[in-house]
């Protein structure tokens, strides 16, 4: 059986995913960068379901790591069918308030190893019948989101990258998938440093890793090419696109404590 390569697969929605796939019987690639997550994760997963689960740490902040996964996959005789691009991360508060390369290396994981992956790995998956890739991109996709700018314009990225490979790739066997979660219970919001406001909201609509990726996995194997995971945020997406966008992004600006002084 062929392999899907996860990245970001040792915890939170990646790990839901992960779980999904190696429940309709996937072999799986694991990538993240804690070595000793990846290892409890993948014994925890071939212990469940008798699956093969492979693991790489690697930080995908380097511009190298994804040429080192395809290497790793060539050395190891490993196939990939499934390359579902999941890593990423915020930096919450004020776009001054972090270092240039925090904001870049955030960039090079959300967006550039994505897109490093998928250049890569395309060519392999073309070989197959039918093959697929499945970006995780966010909500904050949909609206400009001060106090988590540069994210939410990474992730739209992801989105409107994904919508065009998808139909530039129509007559190809590679379907591919853009899922947009909005708040989901992981370490997210503690890797992003989200303000308390923010975290308050997000309890009350958190959805659970696993519904995410019931959704993410059926949106992908239906060959859809982009799915808002929930119904909150589906109406969150529609009054982002309905609304004047100046209250959309005070509304943001609020939640994400972002006060008038600094506006
Ligand atoms: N949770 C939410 O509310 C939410 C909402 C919308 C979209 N998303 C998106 O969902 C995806 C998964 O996030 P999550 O919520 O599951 O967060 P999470 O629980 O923090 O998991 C992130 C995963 O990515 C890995 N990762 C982070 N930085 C990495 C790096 N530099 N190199 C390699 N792996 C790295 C982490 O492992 P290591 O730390 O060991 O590297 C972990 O496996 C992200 O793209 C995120 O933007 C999340």
């Known amino acids: 059986m062929p392999y899907a390569l996860i990245t970001g697969g040792s915890k939170g929605i990646g790990k839901a995913l992960a779980i999904q796939l190696a429940n309709r019987k996937f072999d799986l690639l694991l990538i993240a960068r804690n070595e000793q997550e990846l290892k409890k994760t993948s014994l925890e997963i071939e212990a469940t379901f008798s699956v093969d689960v492979k693991y790489l740490p690697l930080d995908l902040s380097h511009p190298e790591a994804a ?147 019931v959704i993410a996995v059926k949106a992908m194997f239906d060959k859809r090419t982009e799915v808002v995971t929930g119904g909150i945020n589906k109406l969150g997406v529609l009054l982002a696109w309905l609304l004047p966008k100046k209250i959309v992004e005070k509304s943001a600006a609020n939640i994400y404590g972002i006060n008038k002084a600094s506006r």
């Not at 919450?92 to 240039?100: D, K, M, Q």
């Not at 959300?110 to 897109?115: A, G, I, P, R």
């Not at 440093?193 to 519904?211: H, Y």
């Open 67 to 213: 040429k080192e996964i395809l290497e790793w996959c060539k050395r190891n005789d490993i196939t990939i069918q499934i390359l579902v691009n999941n890593a990423g991360y915020g930096l919450a508060g004020p776009f001054e308030n972090y270092s240039l390369s925090q904001h870049l290396d955030m960039l090079q994981v959300n967006v550039l190893s994505l897109v490093s992956l998928t250049h890569l790995f395309l060519p392999d998956l073309k070989k197959h019948a039918q093959s697929y890739i499945l970006n995780i991109s966010s909500s904050a996709a949909y609206q400009a989101t001060p106090g988590l700018g540069l994210y939410a314009a990474s992730k739209a990225f992801v989105l409107s990258f994904t919508r065009s490979l998808a139909i530039e790739l129509t007559h190809t066997p590679v379907s591919v998938t853009c899922v947009c979660p909005g708040g989901t219970e992981t370490d997210f919001p503690t890797r992003a440093q989200m303000g308390e406001k923010a975290l308050k909201l997000a309890t009350k609509v958190n959805m659970q890793p696993q519904a995410v990726a």
